[in-house]
């Protein structure tokens, strides 16, 4: 599909952490707003914007204009990681002297609009979409507002005109995480419906309720309705949206304020506070642990791979995972790129394709063109040179390079040099050829023995736990160090998928919220954890922690 997924979800990673220093140097700032848009930032600077860090004024530039410059945190991290000024230079933001103010100011390279005062974004845009008009040129708007920010009547007003002047060049995102300065936006001003209790999780999951895209609709424009921490889906929007003739676009992106950081996660305090000095550690290790959930579709009818992928829809799956065997290098056969092309149209969630096939250098064209999203092969069938090749043909074509070991396999000596360009390596805890086998135990060790030689070479990536994956074992390969799950029998093989993947990830989270509670203690001890603990004020997460701490003997 070419879309860049693995690069642009480091690059998303690189900026959350560059928020927290930035805004826990300065005692201040607003990290809730800039992780919601977190994702929506990182598929605009690493995928669609055009610009040119070197050239911050070049003419033919694309214009992202920040309506909701309070999550200026969330625009300099990413000007930094795209190469706009160096990452340290967020240590300075809210410092007298530094270009990283508060909010934005045009003294910062790669800043286009002095955004803060709400609702004037929009407006701005049209006046940049109009200029380019008049130009002759066909760089694009892209404008970002708040949905606290649309209780400016302003918001409304330029919502008319750039229907009445057709800007067809402006992509709006409505970054909508349902909370304000205050409190959630359905209680001060709601753009859907009143929110009665304090309880977001059912307005965000009810798609019956939501409103604002109507009112949009009203307005004229063409609207998107997307989750918007889905990179594929944010991608696809933002394709669509410049497909769009003779009307501006607005995609509303359901968001989760503070995304990212469980404590933060709609709290509305996160607003605008700066975390505490000692949490960062905890803060960073639960940004880097981010996990994904990935089911196999062998596991399911193999006469109609057509109803699985579709579950996996249904079920909300990170990734399809494809297995693809050649009956050569394992000895039964399941399907090649010719299927892959064949279930593409039906779903833009990222696909895996897993490689148990001999010679993958001849094949792996196309599996590209088939439209996969990472490809994995085998350390087994590939040697220095090959891997090289089929290294180069993926990052050429925006696809993630995988790279795959048996149980009795070692990583190669060949591999090291290619560790830190590695997106994945996937580490199989059963005798590849098929679905249904026992999880071999001696995995666990292994991926917890690999997470140091992978460290020591760089990796970026994730480790995908591969084989005999079940809700028993999840979270201990979780612990191992595994952050991506295959699931064949133990999620396809099951009847309510969407059910099975809701329980794999409470699992899993419960294994991460172990791990930081673990961190907190070895930084603080229990001074620490109990600090952690009470950061969890939203939800049920609390107790599970207070439940956590005192099974570890913490509390
Ligand atoms: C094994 C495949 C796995 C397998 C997973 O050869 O690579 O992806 O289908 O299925 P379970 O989870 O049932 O082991
Ligand atoms: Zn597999």
Request: aromatic share 8%.
């Amino acid at each position: 599909m070419g879309l860049n997924y693995y690069k642009i979800k480091k690059n998303v990673l690189k900026a959350r952490k560059l928020v927290i220093k930035g805004t826990t140097a300065a005692g201040s700032g607003h990290p809730g707003g800039s992780f919601s848009m977190a994702e929506i930032m990182g598929c605009l600077y690493y995928k669609h914007l055009k610009f040119d860090p070197k050239n911050p004024l070049w003419d033919d530039r694309d214009r992202l204009i920040l309506s909701k410059g309070h999550a200026s945190p969330g625009l300099y991290s990413n000007l930094a990681v795209a190469g706009y000024f160096e990452p340290a230079e967020l240590e300075t933001l809210r410092k007298f002297g530094s270009k990283l103010q508060g909010h934005p100011d045009l003294k910062c390279p790669g800043v286009e609009f002095c955004g803060g005062s709400l609702g004037l974004g929009l407006s701005y845009s049209i006046g940049n979409a109009l200029a380019a008009r008049l130009d002759n040129k066909n760089h694009r708007i892209y404008t970002v507002i708040g949905d606290g920010e649309s209780n400016e009547g302003q918001v409304w007003e330029a919502a008319m005109a750039a229907v009445k002047f057709k800007t067809d060049n402006i992509t709006a995102f409505l970054d909508r995480n349902f909370i304000q300065q205050d409190s959630y936006t359905e209680k001060i001003m709601p753009l859907d419906e009143n929110l009665e209790g304090d309880d977001l999780s059912l307005m965000w999951k009810d798609a019956s309720r939501w409103k604002i895209g109507d009112k949009w609709r009203a307005f004229g424009w063409n609207v998107i309705d997307i989750d918007g921490h889905r990179i594929e889906q944010i991608d696809n929007a933002i394709k669509k949206a410049k497909q769009a003739k003779g009307v501006p676009s607005i995609i509303i992106a359901r968001t989760i304020k503070g995304k990212g950081v469980e404590h933060m996660e709609d709290n509305p305090q996160w607003h605008g506070k700066a975390p505490k000095p000692e949490m960062v550690p905890i803060i960073n290790a639960e940004l880097e642990s981010h996990f994904v959930i990935a089911p196999s579709i062998i596991a399911g009818d193999m006469s109609n791979l057509e109803k699985e992928v579709k579950k996996c829809v249904v079920g909300r799956a990170d990734y399809i995972h494809l297995d693809v065997m050649d009956g050569a290098f394992v000895p039964n056969t399941t399907f090649d790129h010719t299927k892959i092309k064949e279930l593409r149209p039906l779903t833009i969630i990222p696909f895996d394709a897993h490689l148990m096939i001999n010679e993958p250098v001849k094949h792996v064209r196309e599996y590209v063109d088939a439209g996969s999203d990472i490809v994995t092969v085998h350390a087994e069938v590939c040697d220095e040179s090959s891997f090289g090749e089929i290294h180069d043909i993926l990052q050429q074509n925006g696809v993630g390079v995988g790279l795959a070991i048996n149980p009795d396999t070692e990583l190669p000596q060949w591999s090291h040099k290619f560790i830190e360009n590695l997106e994945q390596l996937i580490v199989m805890s059963v005798v590849p050829g098929q679905s249904g086998q026992k999880y071999i135990e001696s995995s666990h060790e292994k991926t917890q023995r690999l997470v140091s030689i992978l460290k020591e070479h760089n990796f970026e990536g994730t480790i995908e736990a591969d084989g005999g994956v079940t809700l028993e074992n999840a979270g201990q390969c979780f612990t191992d160090g595994a952050r991506a799950f295959v699931g064949g029998s133990a999620i396809i093989g099951q009847n309510d998928v969407r059910g099975i993947i809701r329980e794999f990830r409470d699992t899993i989270l419960k294994s991460r919220r172990r791990l930081l509670i673990q961190k907190a203690n070895e930084l603080g001890g229990k001074e620490l954890v109990n600090e952690w603990i009470d950061l969890h004020v939203v939800g049920e997460k609390k107790n599970q922690l207070i439940q956590i701490a005192k099974e570890l003997g913490f509390n």
